[in-house]
């Protein structure tokens, strides 16, 4: 990275770190409100009352990776004997729910709301991996259109902040366990962030597992985005402009950061960490969470939700409440 593309991003990179000094102060000293929720609501200030001035939206829009760096972080404080006992139970969880809400949100949007049929496909990825980077990662593949990419975009990221919103206070509510509000946010919310966020609101151990769960939906990215390039080839084989699949796009779109969080918690399990070294890494996870979830607020504009068509709406809400009601059940049957 050059001085010139580091001076480019320093100023939306300072509204961050001014979001996130705000939200740690208010929740610590007036409003006693999570201050991840306070980071996010600050965020969504900004987008939808004042706007993201040009000159910051450089440094704004990186908050994913200032995300992604939290969680390889994490790794740091994951108890990797407890993940290993239940590690089976849960990857069969993340699978089974993966493969269910795949194929559920296909047949709701063809059958049920007569949905086009790569609009239902981009949904469907959408949905059941990572929102945003999986409707991504499977359009070319899809061949959809720009504006049906940009309703399931819309789509996704107005679930992203209705569920940000419940979730905490339906846990709260039926009184979850950490374990089972992790695993039950991590199955049946949508994109990375969002779950993250409503984890670490609920509590620090709901944060870990409702990371940990959603890193496993998100690796299977690739294998979803090559079935459905593989579908779509042949189911348009006589379209002169059927491609094969772009490789490099796909390792483009995968969590490489999954990696980094795997690296990390292996090297801490083994004990070659020190105490004070973990705690500093969880000191600077939770700062850079604070820093991503102001921008994640950022991405969250209500003009844009006003403008989702109803169907792939309907589509969504669907399946996320058979989602939710059925992994809850799961959830409290393995792990309450």
Not at 8 to 25: C, D, N, S
Request: with cysteine; hydrophobic share 55%.
């Amino acid at each position: 990275m050059t001085r010139r593309d580091v001076l480019r991003l320093l100023p939306g990179l300072l509204v961050l770190l001014v979001g996130a000094g705000v939200a740690h102060l208010l929740s610590t000293t007036i409003l006693g409100v999570n201050r991840l929720l306070l980071a996010v609501g600050l965020g969504v200030l900004l987008a939808n009352i004042v706007g993201v001035p040009d000159w910051a939206e450089a440094g704004v829009g990186t908050h994913n990776r200032w995300l992604e760096l939290g969680i390889v972080l994490m790794g740091a404080r994951i108890a990797v004997d407890e993940l290993l006992a239940t590690g089976p139970t849960l990857l069969l969880l993340v699978v089974g729910f993966l493969a269910f809400s795949l194929l559920f949100v296909e047949l709701v949007a063809r059958e049920v709301f007569e949905v086009p049929t790569r609009l239902g496909s981009l949904l469907a990825a959408g949905y059941s991996i990572c929102g945003v980077s999986a409707i991504a990662a499977v359009s070319s593949g899809v061949r959809a259109k720009g504006e049906q990419i940009a309703y399931a975009v819309a789509t996704i990221l107005l679930f992203d902040a209705v569920t940000l919103a419940l979730y905490p206070a339906i846990g709260r509510l039926l009184d979850l366990s950490d374990v089972v509000f992790g695993v039950w946010s991590g199955i049946s919310m949508v994109s990375t962030g969002p779950v993250v966020a409503a984890g670490f609101a609920y509590s620090e151990q709901a944060g870990q597992w409702a990371t940990i769960t959603k890193l496993g939906r998100n690796v299977f990215i690739g294998v979803v985005a090559v079935l459905y390039a593989v579908y779509y080839a042949r189911r348009d084989s006589d379209d002169e402009t059927t491609t094969g699949t772009d490789w490099r796009s796909l390792w483009n779109q995968f969590p490489t950061f999954v990696l980094g969080f795997v690296a990390v918690a292996a090297v801490a399990s083994a004990g070659l960490l020190s105490p004070a070294t973990v705690s500093l890494f969880e000191r600077t996870y939770q700062w850079l969470f604070l820093l991503a979830f102001v921008g994640l607020g950022t991405s969250i504009e209500i003009q844009n939700m006003r403008n989702t068509g109803i169907q792939p709406l309907l589509v969504v809400l669907t399946a996320l409440i058979t989602v939710s009601v059925l992994s809850l059940l799961a959830s409290v049957l393995v792990f309450g």
